[in-house]
T-cell receptor, first 117, second 116 residues
Framework: DAGVIQSPRHEVTEMGQEVTLRCKPI?????LFWYRQTMMRGLELLIY????????DSGMPEDRFSAKMPNASFSTLKIQPSEPRDSAVYFC???????????????FGPGTRLTVT | AQKITQTQPGMFVQEKEAVTLDCTYD???????LFWYKQPSSGEMIFLIY????DQQNATEGRYSLNFQKARKSANLVISASQLGDSAMYFCAMREGTGNNRKLIWGLGTSLAVNP
């Protein structure tokens, strides 16, 4: 069974360019999370979806960031325009819905390492 | 204020010895869950172990166990018989919220180095 798939694995772009990160969650998972990881700030939750609907986007840094989930098997995180301070590793994670007796651990993709010059 | 605190930025352990990684948490929610993840140098995040707030016994998973002290709000990870492959970053996380609004709050991590 395939895990969470992210593309691209590495992205180098110039300041001002648009960047689109892609994620395919595990089939059957109801929740999808986008995280950003940096040395200074650790792992930050940007936004998450339940059944393709955004539930909490309070972690999205500013209007330059947007995320969509058009269907259960695909999500994008877009940065426009990109800035050097956006350089980080971006993770996508997914999980099943929780409930009594269910351990709702998140399964992470391999991440996208973004460098903005 | 930090909701998840990992006070040890870095730890060293000798191969085959046991090591404890500290995690304290802060919540007023009676229902919560605690997770530990491992992040090796390759970058992927790997789920290790889970403890629910109502679980009566400490969680165990192979060489991993969780020393859950609810009154002290601590959930320390114990790795027994350390192996070289255990060298990695370890993150403690707490699940908050109910229903659809359930997300993880993450600590800053502890870097573990296992010496041969």
């Amino acid at each position: 069974d395939a895990g969470v798939i992210q593309s691209p694995r590495h992205e180098v772009t110039e300041m001002g360019q648009e960047v689109t990160l892609r994620c395919k969650p595990i089939s059957g998972h109801d929740y999808l999370f986008w995280y950003r990881q940096t040395m200074m700030r650790g792992l930050e939750l940007l936004i998450y979806f339940n059944n393709n609907v955004p539930i909490d986007d309070s972690g999205m840094p500013e209007d330059r960031f947007s995320a969509k989930m058009p269907n259960a098997s695909f999500s994008t995180l877009k940065i426009q325009p990109s800035e050097p301070r956006d350089s980080a590793v971006y993770f996508c994670a997914s999980r099943k819905g929780g409930g009594p007796g269910i351990i709702d651990e998140q399964y992470f993709g391999p991440g996208t390492r973004l460098t903005v010059t | 204020a930090q909701k998840i605190t990992q006070t040890q930025p870095g730890m060293f352990v000798q191969e085959k010895e046991a090591v404890t990684l500290d995690c304290t948490y802060d919540t007023s929610d009676p229902s919560y869950g605690l997770f530990w993840y491992k992040q090796p140098s390759s970058g992927e995040m790997i789920f290790l172990i889970y403890q629910g707030s109502y679980d009566q016994q400490n969680a165990t998973e192979g060489r991993y166990s969780l020393n859950f002290q609810k009154a002290r709000k601590s959930a320390n990870l114990v790795i027994s018989a350390s192996q070289l492959g255990d060298s990695a970053m370890y993150f403690c996380a707490m699940r908050e919220g109910t229903g659809n609004n359930r997300k993880l709050i993450w600590g800053l991590g502890t870097s573990l180095a296992v010496n041969p």
